[in-house]
């Protein structure tokens, strides 16, 4: 089933994940506040690192099933996830990429999480969003991922494995239909809590589409309250 996706952020990452999502049929709107590179992108702007990225974009723009804008604003109110990406390095990077999400009048129920944060930056976001937006049903998920170029949109394409981080279960049946075409090729999605895919985003070494490394393997999580105590403590 094809879902309206907004992501914000259009470096590398935003990109690929904007791409790969149009080209998987889903209806994507990548929003950026510089309005230059916003006009570049609407025209099809080459992206020099990477010319398979580069084709793909231009085909899903003429498709119409890739747009981008600077208010996002002004697709909230039609979007099932949104996708904060490229806000990297501290928590505040975060929060201010999702700053317009309170302002809103918005149908999503996820906010999907790629950017690499601290570990405790989804409980955060969590906390933030229920006390910003008065409610509960918005639900924050963490989808650790890191883009190489000239294989991202192929790695995001053809993962081996996928993680997924979140609390509750509500989020479950939404990520099923995000990523349906992944469950089709039996592709293995492993769930883990918020805390586990912070630290395997943190670790070193790339993480292609939330796939783990050779040298990092996820087969059984630590319950959250215990891996939240032993960062904690």
Known sequence: MAMRITVLGTDYEGLTISVGLATLGHSVTTVDTDHHRIRQLQRGMPIEEDETLSQQLKMELREGQLKFISEPEN???????????GASGERRAVLKAAECLSGAIASYSTVLVTARTPVGSCRMLQDWLNDAMFTAAVNVVTFPVFFNAPRGLQGFLHPGRIVLGYEQEQPRRVMDELFANFLLNETS?????????????????????????????????EPVERVYSSIQG
């Open 189 to 221: 999605i492993s769930h883990v809590s918020w805390e586990a895919a912070e630290m395997m985003r943190a670790s070193k070494g790339p993480i292609s589409a939330g796939i783990p490394g050779e040298d990092t393997f996820v087969e059984t999580v």
């Open 75 to 85: 697709c909230l109110g039609e979007t099932d996830v949104v996708i904060i990406a």
